[in-house]
Nanobody, 127 residues
């Protein structure tokens, strides 16, 4: 059974920073591409960032490019997303997701490509 547990969300003022963590409880974590998605109230879920199983390649959505860093620690089964210069429009539930395939070289940005999902962590940015 695959379990993804997110943490690190909270209430922060605009311009502040947060570090979101996702700890994965499955033995093949190091072979799976991972991603963070977010969903704001009344909006569809959208990808924030993704990283290959090697950690070498990353993808960032335009709205976080330049103010976020995605990394992974395969030894700790952890996925980390550093968000800086947060804006009120970043308010959403942030989800950690894992692709079902292993050792896949291409980064996917659609949520249908991700098989395993966490429960989400709320990020609220006040103006």
């Amino acid at each position: 059974q695959v379990e993804l547990v997110e943490s690190g969300g909270g209430l922060v003022q605009a311009g502040g920073s947060l570090r979101l963590s996702c700890v994965a409880d499955f033995p093949t974590f190091s072979g799976h591409n991972m991603a963070w998605f977010r969903q704001a109230v009344g909006k569809e879920r959208e990808i924030v960032a993704a990283i290959t199983w090697t950690g070498i390649s990353t993808y960032y959505a335009d709205f976080v490019k330049g103010r976020s860093t995605l990394s992974r620690d395969n030894a700790k089964n952890a996925l980390l997303l550093q968000l800086t210069r947060l804006k009120p429009e970043d308010t959403a539930v942030y989800y950690c997701a894992a692709e079902g395939r292993q050792y896949y070289g291409a980064l996917m940005t659609d949520e249908d490509s991700y098989r395993y999902w966490g429960q989400g962590t709320q990020v609220t940015v006040s103006s």
